[in-house]
């Protein structure tokens, strides 16, 4: 189907208007411009359609968890640190602590004592006395530098210095790092390593962070089985419910596998309105009119309002999206691929905000296609490829196979997906596309 020029000029429009939504606040976009365009023309676009759904969804409550439960999860509150870091000036060398006073030139100076990390100073050091020191001891009072071990001779008990030391040199200056009451980590921040370093160094041993996602699934079709329970002809498994459960688990969420809901209104409505108390309610399947109508015919009983059933995508144009309150409902098409890829595209970045991720969508990457691409200009393609790279440099994308939605096995070999603008018509080989990368840390460099 192809859109004609003011179609796209008020989908464009589309981007750029509405609001966020507060929980508790229904409806506020019913009147909204957006609101309006939307259901005179009922499908938005690939960017358009990204943006109202992250309109429409808030960011969740936060708890307080252990830090390890904290990891890649996202700070509700600034963390500030109880005390200067590092606590005192300590030594950054393996050396001699010494007064710079003392060491204008070559000079030889007597080792008054030891001092290991751990270790408290003997005491001050006078005039023509070093102390041997160990990498983070505190600084000796009188010492205001370090003479490391490989620029000192050793003549017994006494040290001979080959050159100047200046004041300062090889020392960490007490609060350098972090003053006391400085916020050290910023609310927003995604925690990893690096954060857990800073709050184990202050001993902070839990941390409030967004919570995360409960999102419910549920399946929808008559021919659907459980994997694992015995199927007969005709049926096939129900294998949506668990990979879209792998993806939101990999996105962050907690999934809440609801099972599978027959053509039958009052067990479909039980089911939804279970869905209904999580954070988010993902369905799949459905997608003949008659299927459909009966998920959203019931959704619009549980007061659950539609805010687009289509998106002018290829694949992945029966993706509907509702609302109660902020509680977002997408209901996803029902071929595995479609339901991964519309996944991806819609509900993924949904899940993250809602998790208080400021950045939820996948970086792009810049790619030459490698043989040409044939496409009907008019909306949206997602195209599964495969990336590599040139001698070089230059990132390549090629097909990573037969791109029907039958067919899994391009999905598994693809390592990302390049998204085709609308307007796009057939690509020749050599020219650009931008592809998200699928593989975490892929960087095309790898066999
Ligand atoms: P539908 O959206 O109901 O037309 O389904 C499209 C295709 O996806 C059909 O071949 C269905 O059998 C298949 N399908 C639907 N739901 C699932 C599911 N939960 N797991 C695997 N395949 C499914
Ligand atoms: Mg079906």
Not at 119 to 125: D, Q
Not at 295 to 320: C, H, M, N, Y
Request: proline content about 8%.
């Amino acid at each position: 189907m192809q859109r004609t020029t003011m179609s796209s000029s008020a989908e464009r429009q589309n981007v750029s208007i509405g609001g966020p939504i507060t929980r508790g606040l229904p409806g506020r976009l019913d009147t909204s411009l957006a609101s309006r365009l939307l259901h005179y023309r009922g499908m938005p676009g690939y960017e358009a359609a990204r943006k109202i759904i992250l309109e429409h969804v808030a960011v969740l409550p936060s708890e307080t968890v252990p830090v390890l439960s904290a990891v890649n999860r996202v700070l509700a509150s600034d963390v500030t640190v109880p005390w200067d870091m590092p606590r005192w000036d300590n030594s950054a060398m393996d050396g001699f602590a010494v007064r710079s006073a003392d060491c204008t030139g070559p000079v030889r100076l007597r080792v008054m004592g030891y001092l290991p990390a751990g270790g408290l100073p003997p005491g001050p050091i006078r005039p023509g006395e070093a102390i041997r020191i160990m990498t983070g001891a505190p600084l000796p009072p009188g010492a205001d530098a370090i003479a490391p071990l490989e620029d000192v001779q050793e003549e017994g008990d006494a040290i001979q210095l080959r050159s100047a030391v200046k004041p300062g040199t090889h020392v960490r200056r007490q609060g350098e790092d972090f003053r006391a009451g400085e916020p050290a980590l910023r609310a927003g921040t995604v925690v990893g390593p690096g954060e857990v370093s800073l709050l184990a160094s202050v001993s902070q041993l839990a941390v409030p962070v967004v919570r995360r996602a409960r999102v419910a699934i549920l399946s929808t079709g008559d021919e659907l089985v459980e994997p694992g329970e015995p199927i007969g002809p005709g049926q096939i498994y129900n294998s949506n419910a668990l990979a879209v459960a792998a993806a939101v688990l990999q996105a962050g969420g907690e999934p809440i596998n609801l099972g599978i809901a027959r053509d039958d209104r009052p067990a479909l409505r039980a089911l939804l309105e279970k869905g209904l108390t999580a954070d988010a309610l993902v369905t799949s399947a459905g997608v003949s009119m008659g299927d459909r109508d009966l998920v959203r015919a019931v959704l619009e009983e549980l007061s659950v309002r539609q805010v687009f059933w289509k998106v002018d995508i290829k694949p992945g144009r029966p993706t509907a999206f509702a609302v109660r309150g902020s509680t977002p409902v997408f209901s996803l098409p029902g071929n595995p691929v479609s339901t991964l890829l519309t996944f991806e595209q819609f509900v993924r970045p949904a899940l993250l905000r809602m998790m208080g991720h400021r950045h939820v969508f996948r970086p792009l990457l810049r790619a030459l296609l490698k043989e040409g691409l044939t496409k009907a200009p008019g909306r949206v393609n997602l195209a599964r490829v495969r990336l590599s790279r040139r001698d070089d440099g230059v990132l390549l994308a090629s097909t990573a196979g037969n791109q029907e939605t039958g067919i899994l096995k391009t999905l598994l070999r693809a390592d990302g997906i390049a998204i085709i603008p609308a307007e796009q018509g057939t690509l020749e080989a050599g020219q650009p596309v931008s592809v998200q990368v699928l593989r975490p840390g892929f960087d095309g460099l790898e066999a």
